[in-house]
């Protein structure tokens, strides 16, 4: 096992598969003469484009249940390494009157017209939609501005309205609609699921986001969402190490559902948010950044990681959790 401390970081590795590339073949006569060897079989994707699975759009709500375990910040990154990848993506922020998403990706100073301005005629859709000035082909839709009350006959039913429109405007259908739930489970939580296919599920290694979590997961399924995937925020190797906080597999048999991605701690965050910056367009990369973009491939194929379990070489003998993919 200590032969995986020479790999590269493990937020690289995915469960492909049969998508896995392979490297390039050395020429024969240094080949060892042994019937068992195969090629090495590489698992970094960067030197491909990810294909495209399902039908788009893709409608997806990225939720949790609790606040403050980084819906918002999953958004932002997920939905521009999405752009970054070539896909067209909207994200429409759905949390009415505590709205983030145009803070988070510097579009505070652009959106003029909600969605409510669209309602009642005041404007056009695509007014409304505010282009990203670094990626074209990733725009923001807001449904209602601060501090504002959105019409009694607002819900579900009006967002899948909303939805349907995007799909049949003229610019052509978006290849992912992204939609930020807000924390709870009242109509802003009910209305927000309404028109999706596919949730992420945005978790940390804490007991109260994992009950909140699991409560959501319920809720999702009694929707008629299965799509469900998990995304676990702020690990931290060290307290895991140490069991001060659970580990990722721990997380995993708890909530029993398909690991998208996983976010190690980052005070980068904190400095990209305030900066109105997302961290995967930061340079050099950062390690959550790199995830964020793993997570948003594997978003892509459908695709799923796997929590692994790394021997160290402590003073005592023992197991202690890791996470890989």
């Known amino acids: 096992m200590r032969s995986l401390h020479l790999l590269p970081n493990p937020f690289f590795f995915n469960s492909f598969h049969s998508k896995t590339l392979t490297s390039p073949i050395p020429n024969p006569k240094f080949l060892p003469k042994s019937p068992s060897f195969t090629p090495i079989k590489s698992v970094l994707q960067w030197n491909r484009k990810p294909e495209l699975a399902g039908d788009t759009p893709r409608v997806v709500v990225i939720t949790s249940g609790k606040g403050g375990v980084g819906k918002t910040t999953t958004t932002a990154n997920v939905g521009i390494s999405l752009a970054r990848l070539g896909f067209s993506v909207v994200a429409i922020d759905a949390d009415v009157g505590l709205r983030n998403l145009d803070l988070l990706l510097g579009l505070e100073n652009r959106v003029n017209y909600t969605v409510v301005e669209v309602l009642n005629g005041d404007c056009r859709l695509d007014q409304a939609l505010v282009r990203d000035k670094r990626w074209s082909n990733f725009e923001l839709l807001c449904i209602s501005k601060p501090r504002s009350k959105l019409p009694i006959g607002f819900g579900g039913k009006a967002l899948v309205w909303l939805v349907d429109a995007l799909k049949a405007r003229q610019e052509g259908c978006p290849d992912f609609i992204i939609i930020d739930c807000p924390a709870g489970i009242d109509a802003g939580f009910i209305t927000a699921i309404t028109p999706a296919n ?90 959550a950044g790199l995830a964020f973009e793993q997570a948003a491939w594997r978003l892509v194929e459908q695709d799923s990681m796997t929590a692994v379990m790394v021997e160290e070489e402590p003073k005592k003998r023992g197991f202690f959790s890791f996470f890989g993919g």
Do not use: F, H, W
């Open 198 to 287: 596919e949730a992420i599920l945005v978790t940390t290694p804490d007991i109260t986001s994992l009950r909140d979590a699991d409560r959501v997961t319920g809720l999702l399924e009694c929707d008629g969402i299965r799509d469900i995937k998990m995304m676990v925020n702020r690990v931290r190797t060290d307290m895991i190490k140490g069991e001060d906080m659970m580990s990722v597999l721990d997380v995993q048999e708890m909530l029993g559902l398909a690991l998208l991605g996983v976010i190690p701690e980052d005070s980068e965050v904190i400095r990209s948010t305030n900066r109105g910056y997302p961290l995967v367009l930061n340079k050099p990369p950062t390690l």
